[in-house]
């Protein structure tokens, strides 16, 4: 049978629905924007439980996982002649998890692909600290979202590493320090053969940001000299939503990034769907 390749114009696999705490809609609302808009294949993929709790204030609640999947599940045969439903997640890397997700989320729980990111880092005192909220333009902070995105990259468990670029929302200047972590994360990604992000929440965020709370466009994400750096290495990139609500699937956010990519003359992959998993082609 011939494989069916779609423009990642087509395709979101980057969606959180009410699940993960900080969103809205249901998993039904988010397929119907997505069979709205035209696309062919949409992923939900909340921001994985962990069985220790950690990070509980920013993920779906451990005991909500297989309502999750079951929505999820009814979603794809409901709308089966309509739209590939796949259900995904989106793990926050440390290497004690690596079993857990391995084992449980893409082994027993049988999710159809998981997503790689980094939304914390650790202060001297042991204390996890959230990238967004963080903005100390710490150098150690930096170094350690770096190390840890490329052992997340390193694990071979993920489909894409998502947002690598979100360190901008911590570390607010283009300096030595972040080229020389930036590329870091590009040449993993490309030794890899891993694709990266493009993130379409990132442009809104950038878009509503006022200038005199920002030092310069480039310090939000997508930051334009990541990417410049990272289309001249040929790494391959995906552009995705991150959608929170419903409406954000196929909206702004993602016509921005779209538009992100192609200023760097960024092709985007294609996306197939092989035994029930996509792959990036």
């Known amino acids: 049978m011939k494989r069916i390749e779609f423009d990642d114009s087509l395709v979101n696999l980057h969606c959180h629905s009410h699940y993960c705490g900080h969103g809205s809609g249901e998993v039904e609302e988010f397929v119907q924007a997505a069979i709205d808009a035209g696309m062919k294949i949409l992923g939900e993929s909340e921001h994985c439980p962990v069985p220790d709790g950690h990070y509980a204030s920013t993920r779906m609640p451990l005991g909500d996982l297989d309502s999750y999947i079951e929505d999820s599940r009814d979603a794809a045969r409901k709308h089966h002649d309509e739209i590939t439903m796949l259900c995904g997640a989106e793990c926050d890397w440390k290497e004690c998890y690596k079993t857990y997700y391995e084992d449980t989320i893409l082994g027993s729980k049988a999710l159809d692909y998981a997503l790689m990111s980094i939304h914390y ?30 052992k997340g990259l390193e694990s071979g468990l993920f489909l894409f590493g998502c947002h690598p670029d979100l360190f901008g929302m911590m570390y607010e200047t283009w300096d030595d320090q972040a080229e020389s972590c930036s590329r870091a994360i590009i040449d993993a990604a490309k030794a890899l053969d891993m694709p990266l992000e493009i993130n379409g929440l990132g442009m809104m965020r950038k878009i509503q940001k006022s200038e005199d709370t920002s030092k310069s466009e480039d310090h939000m994400y997508p930051i334009p000299q990541f990417w410049e750096m990272a289309s001249a290495s040929g790494i391959r990139t995906v552009v995705s939503s991150d959608s929170h609500h419903p409406e954000d699937v196929a909206g702004k956010g993602r016509k921005e990034a779209e538009k992100f990519a192609s200023r760097f003359g960024i092709t985007p992959v294609k996306v197939s769907i092989e035994n029930g998993h996509p792959v990036l082609i």
């Open 121 to 150: 880092v650790v202060d001297e005192n042991g204390y996890d600290v959230l990238v967004v909220h963080n903005r100390d333009n710490n150098p150690k902070f930096l170094s350690q979202y770096t190390d840890r995105y490329i």
